[in-house]
């Protein structure tokens, strides 16, 4: 069925924000599937041509501004079932319609912003971008309208007419009308123009099955509308996926053969970006005359690739990664997957959505996390699926996503077009749900308390200096008291995680609206820098005073210097000399020693287990660190409360509504800032206490371990961590099914997690649902030659230091004062790395990551998402962080 308009219209004042330069659009809900694509595409560093999109607000405002909505919507219900030759009529006459509307005086300001954005005398491309373009399901190649050469004014104006106006034509309608799907509302990129010696399209992986190792490539001379729309025979060239050799060429008089140079930057492009979008695209490509390859366009392959099975399932490991970085054990995962679960349906009871509702998630919940080469995964399209049910769901989607650094590749996961309320039976829901989370956020705070002393209650339980004193039974209770915190008392954690993605989303929206797109990226970080409180900040701290009593005092610092390691450890206990620091150490231990990187995955020891380490850091603190870290956070606290106050300024000059004199935004922006810094001080306390309940599971299940390995049972304690929290159940209470084989099972899955170790499967993973994705290697390491180290900004600045590769934060002792810490992802175990380092650089993460939170708290300039980062930098090279273009510059010696 075909939308009219009535169901999408806002109306209003057209903002700054409703331009957005390429590069930040991340949401095809506002910008369309092809912007969102190709600002994908420039963040990861492929060659896209510079441009903005206008957002589908800007029709929604041009159609109700100027009536021509609702001449549409009359068209289009006398046309229910019109043939060919009447869809014909109706785009004639909606194109006429759009030529002769002239554009509303609250637009053309918009006309102005374009101009100035794209460099003078440049010919632009001006190109449709619906919601339901260039997604898995189906691609609407030449649906709607490009228009090329377009210069500024007036041609702008009716460029951008005529692609509008497209969204009626005769061949999107009956697209919509044989069952094809929604279009949805209609965005427009406008793009420097290439001007091409030769254009083309290139199929990352051949359409033709018996062909799929090939990269299929099709080219003309001059600009690629002709082969597009299929006007033109094109020259044709296949190419091996694996080294670029040429298979197959079938050369068209005129039409110049494609040099070697210009083949391998083709291979590399096209592999990279099926890498980039999890599956294989069909990508437009220009070669301009100087030889540089542009990337135009992508969008998935949607015939002759697809399985009979069902739906696409797209697996994206973003932000999970940060907490389970490694291949996982059978043990956590039976934990992680039912938690995971429970977390999102408490949630969508909490905050009151109706039973129908939940029942129709049922499915999704059940399958939300999942794992592939070891490693586990979100089921994105599960999680789309059960946040488009709630109020508002696509703009869920959009804050999940970003909260987590995600992305659906395939853009096929579930929207709901016609937004949450359709009838007087959701509307009564929507106002119960609304009156629900206000309740439950009214005591959000007691909720996190009471959150907290459960974790503690459990963690007084299993004190690890207890656990030998306990039986088998009560030990297996420690198992069930973890399963009942984790599966049905979490919900307080989750209300804190849900406020600090809500509230972002929000604060960042509302930023954009005051200070513009090319400003509301730095202004949002510098409003969440040194945020005072946090319990992130604290072990850092208390490190810092213990570092400080080594260089205070004169018998410490000469075995700091002379010893190491446990050596050290051994004889700052013996003989009591040093008993204030130890009792002071060993309270560190005790209240902070459970966090480390990789706290979470049940496998990896902490410092409480190895102090040793930690003494090492205090070592490296005492050395370097004269500045207390608090001092640097004050400088960071005055700087956030500036940049508040000047943003409050300009928001009191921004109307709440329409053009009303009052209310001013400035109260609302106030409150949802107040609102977004205390949720994420929320959100990191729960945190602290899921470490502390995760480091006592293991050390609860190692105790398990050492009862099955003196019983025979497993060959080494660790080996616990290879039996499912159900069987340890079984095992514990005399149920077991096939108990004397348990220590062949674990044997046999201990092999299994060794071969997993061994490999590094993509970021994102697509299949058909009930299919195993291939978890193929990482090969977006393989970075195209010449692609540059960028990234996602989350705390400005700019730093030049010598880069320092880690992969651990035990070797954090190695790093100096002023360094550029790279590494993969950090985790809040990685906090005592934060009052060295003066620049971070990470392969992963998103804005909400604890990396970004604790950079941002200490004013570190800080790029995540950098491809291969790790592999790519070397220790040692001098690199520039630019934490305000999200770039990192390898500076030769």
Request: proline residues 5%; glycine residues 10%; contains cysteine.
């Amino acid at each position: 069925m075909n939308q009219p308009h009535a169901d999408w219209v806002s109306g209003g004042r057209v903002a700054a924000s409703d331009w957005t330069p390429l590069a930040d659009v991340h949401e095809a809900a506002r910008c369309g599937g092809k912007a969102a694509s190709l600002g994908r595409m420039l963040r990861a560093g492929l060659p896209v041509p510079d441009g903005g999109v206008i957002d589908v607000d800007v029709l929604q405002t041009f159609l109700a501004t100027t009536g021509l909505g609702e001449r549409i919507d009359v068209l289009l219900a006398e046309s229910n079932s019109a043939g060919p030759p009447e869809l014909t009529s109706i785009e004639t006459a909606v194109r006429a319609a759009f030529a002769e509307t002239k554009w509303p005086e609250s637009i053309k300001p918009l006309l102005d912003r374009i101009a100035s954005y794209l460099p003078a005398g440049s010919v632009w491309a001006v190109r449709s971008s619906a919601v339901g373009e260039d997604d898995q399901r189906a691609s609407c190649a030449g649906i709607m309208d490009s228009v090329l050469g377009v210069g500024c004014g007036a041609s702008l104006e009716q460029a951008i007419k005529r692609v509008w106006a497209s969204r009626w034509s005769a061949r999107a309608l009956a697209y919509e009308r044989t069952g094809h799907g929604s279009l949805g509302s209609m965005a427009v990129v406008v793009q420097r123009q290439i001007e091409p010696w030769i254009a083309g399209v290139a199929f990352s992986r051949s359409p033709e099955p018996q062909r799929a190792d090939e990269i299929l490539c099709e080219y003309f001379a001059g600009l690629a509308d002709g082969l597009v729309s299929g006007e033109i025979d094109p020259a044709r060239l296949r190419l091996a996926r694996s080294d670029g050799t040429v298979l197959t060429s079938e050369l068209v008089e005129g039409v110049p053969a494609l040099d070697e140079g210009v083949r391998r930057k083709l291979v590399d492009a096209a592999l990279a970006t099926e890498n980039l979008f999890g599956g294989p695209q069909d990508i437009e490509f220009a070669v301009d005359r100087a030889g540089k390859l542009w990337l135009v366009q992508s969008r998935p392959i949607t015939a002759g690739m697809r399985s009979p099975a069902g739906r696409r399932i797209v697996w994206s490991n973003a932000n999970v990664n940060e907490n389970f970085p490694d291949p996982i054990s059978p043990l956590l995962y039976s934990v992680a997957g039912p938690g995971y679960s429970a977390y999102f349906g408490n949630l969508g009871r909490a905050f009151g959505l109706a039973k129908s509702r939940l029942a129709r998630m049922e499915k999704d919940l059940a399958g939300i996390v999942g794992v592939h080469g070891g490693r586990l995964y979100y089921n994105l399209t599960a999680i789309h699926s059960v946040l488009s049910q709630a109020p508002f769901g696509d703009r869920l989607c959009a804050w999940f996503d970003e909260f987590t650094g995600a992305a659906d590749p395939t853009q096929s996961s579930p929207r709901n077009p016609h937004g949450f309320v359709r009838g007087l039976r959701d509307a009564i829901e929507l106002v119960w749900i609304a009156a629900r989370t206000t309740w439950q956020y009214l005591f959000i705070g007691r909720r996190v308390r009471t959150f907290e002393a459960r974790i503690d209650a459990y963690a007084s339980a299993a004190k690890p200096e207890h656990l030998s004193a306990l039986s088998r039974l009560a030990l297996r209770d420690l198992l069930r008291s973890f399963l009942d915190i984790r599966l049905r008392h979490w919900t307080d954690a989750s209300l804190a995680d849900a406020a600090a993605m809500v509230c972002y989303g929000l604060l960042k929206a509302l930023v954009r609206r005051v200070a513009g797109d090319a400003e509301a990226n730095a202004t949002h970080n510098d409003l969440l820098k040194g945020l005072t409180g946090l319990k992130s900040a604290e072990p850092v701290d208390e490190l810092w005073r213990l570092a400080q009593a080594v260089r205070n005092d004169p018998g410490l610092c000469p075995l700091f210097e002379q010893y190491r390691g446990d050596e050290l450890l051994v004889r700052l206990r013996g003989g009591g000399r040093h008993a204030a620091f130890v009792d002071r150490f060993d309270r560190w231990l005790e209240t902070w020693g459970f966090r480390c990187s990789g706290e979470l995955m049940l496998t990896v020891p902490s410092f409480q287990e190895r102090p040793a380490e930690l003494l090492d850091i205090v070592r490296n603190y005492a050395a370097q660190i004269e500045t207390a870290p608090g001092e640097r956070l004050e400088q960071q606290r005055v700087q956030r409360e500036a940049a508040t106050a000047r943003l409050l300024t300009a928001a009191r000059r921004h109307a709440l509504v329409g053009r009303l004199p009052w209310p001013s935004l400035a109260p609302v922006l106030r409150c949802v800032l107040s609102a977004t810094q205390a949720s994420i001080g929320l959100r990191e306390r729960a945190r602290l206490k899921q470490a502390l309940l995760y480091s006592r599971l293991r050390r609860v299940a190692l105790e398990i371990g050492c009862r099955l390995t003196s019983a025979g049972s497993l060959a080494a304690p660790d080996d616990v961590f290879f039996l499912a929290v159900s069987e340890l159940d079984h095992l514990l209470s005399g149920q077991a099914m096939y108990p004397g084989e348990v220590r062949a099972l674990a044997a046999l899955r201990r092999a299994a997690h060794q071969r997993f170790a061994a490999m590094h499967p993509a970021d994102v993973l697509v299949a058909s649902e009930g299919e195993y994705p291939d978890p193929v290697p990482d090969d977006t390491r393989q970075v195209p030659a010449g692609e540059g180290l960028c990234g996602v900004s989350v705390c400005g600045g700019v730093v030049t230091g010598k880069a320092k590769v880690l992969v651990d934060v035990a070797q954090t002792h190695s790093l100096m004062r002023g360094d550029v810490l790279v590494t993969r992802q950090t985790d809040p175990g990685w906090a005592p790395a934060f009052a060295t380092i003066a620049g971070l650089v990470l392969e992963r993460g998103g804005m909400l990551s604890h990396g970004a939170i604790l950079a941002r708290e200490y004013g570190i300039p800080t790029v995540v998402g950098v491809r291969a980062a790790t592999e790519r930098i070397v220790t040692g090279s001098i690199v520039r962080v630019d934490g305000d273009r999200g770039e990192v510059q390898r500076v030769d010696a």
